[in-house]
């Protein structure tokens, strides 16, 4: 009888299950980053859909939902709605799940329709203080770059080295401070201080809150960056569009060429056959007057 009664329930819309239970697990197996600060997203919205449900995550960057209001529980089960959006065209009948805002696809699994495009995360006032120590005597605007991303794009993310070595040149002739972050291991951009691998996930984040500017590519620190509230000039390219995030303090430079978004589900990505050429258009004096036009600097 309770298994029957079992099946019955789970024939349901999610929207009554949730209610009727007044909780929800999910799910996001080996979420980098980013993703588990967009499933906190989720959470949030299910809390103002739903009122007072009782939400537990698996399978995600647990750390990141430290102090958390609306994150009850997590743990390392392999239950619950599975938001993981890469496959969500089969779940879901989601004809191309990466052309759309990514917190809407997740979003629609538990039922909800227009969320915010935003993502949070509560830092500790250790982790602020530690911070602004960090930066305290360093000379303003400081701003923080990240120059990689992990392995699923195969490169095709990436601003090239030489790019990142001469724009940085140009900011240190305005006198202003600039911070590397990443983790250990990551290529060291001359010129920058190099914080890589000398902090975790939350203090990075938490430098990025306390710096005037981020500048990267799309990473685990853009999401970083929009829970932060913190300024970014991200380098989209043309692997994926701004339009996939949304994030409101994130400022977008993107390229249109004919094989831009090259982005896809289900698929294995391959290394450029062009040389990453979406990223190449993308000149360090574009970058530059980017961040004269955000920070209020007079060009000559």
């Given amino acids: 009888m309770k298994k029957t009664l079992s099946k019955l329930f789970h024939k349901l819309p999610i929207t009554w299950q949730i209610r009727l239970r007044k909780k929800v697990s999910l799910m996001y197996n080996e979420a980098g980053y980013g993703d588990t600060l967009m499933v906190g ?11 007072n449900v009782q939400i537990t995550i698996n399978r995600a960057k647990e750390e990141l939902f430290k102090n958390n209001p609306n994150v009850d529980t997590t743990g390392q089960r392999y239950d619950g709605v599975d938001l993981n959006y890469h496959y969500a065209a089969k779940n879901n009948n989601i004809s191309n799940p990466l052309t759309k805002n990514l917190i809407e696809v ?10 915010s495009h935003s993502v949070n995360i509560f830092l500790t006032q250790d982790e602020n203080d530690y911070a602004h120590k960090q930066i305290e005597n360093l000379k303003p605007p400081v701003i923080t770059i990240h120059t990689t ?11 090239p080295v030489e790019y990142w070595e001469e724009f940085i040149s140009i900011l240190k002739n305005k006198n202003c401070s600039v911070i590397q972050l990443g ?6 951009i001359k010129g920058a201080i190099n914080l890589t691998g000398k902090q ?11 710096a005037n500017l981020h500048i990267g590519i799309v990473s685990s620190l853009m999401h970083g960056a929009a829970a932060a509230g913190t300024q970014a000039i991200i380098l989209f390219g043309g692997f994926e ?5 949304g994030y409101k303090n994130i400022h977008p ?4 060429i004919p094989c831009s978004p090259c982005i896809e589900a289900h698929t294995n990505i ?8 979406c990223m190449r258009e993308i000149t360090p004096e574009i970058v530059f007057n980017k961040v004269a036009e955000i920070l209020k600097w007079e060009l000559k």
Avoid: T
């Avoid at 983790?183 to 060291?188: I, T, V, Y």
């Avoid at 569009?241 to 995030?245: A, E, K, T, V």
């Avoid at 391959?270 to 050429?277: F, G, H, R, S």
């Fill in 183 to 188: 983790n250990s291991g990551e290529r060291h």
């Fill in 106 to 115: 997740m979003c629609e699994k538990v039922g909800i329709v227009n969320p």
């Fill in 270 to 277: 391959e290394k450029c056959p062009l040389n990453n050429q």
């Fill in 253 to 256: 430079i993107e390229s249109h």
């Fill in 200 to 210: 975790d996930i939350r203090r990075s984040i938490a430098i990025i809150k306390a």
């Fill in 41 to 51: 997203a989720v959470a949030r919205e299910i809390k103002k859909k739903y009122g």
């Fill in 241 to 245: 569009r701004y339009s996939m995030h």
């Fill in 149 to 159: 991303s992990d392995s699923f794009d195969n490169g095709r993310k990436l601003w």
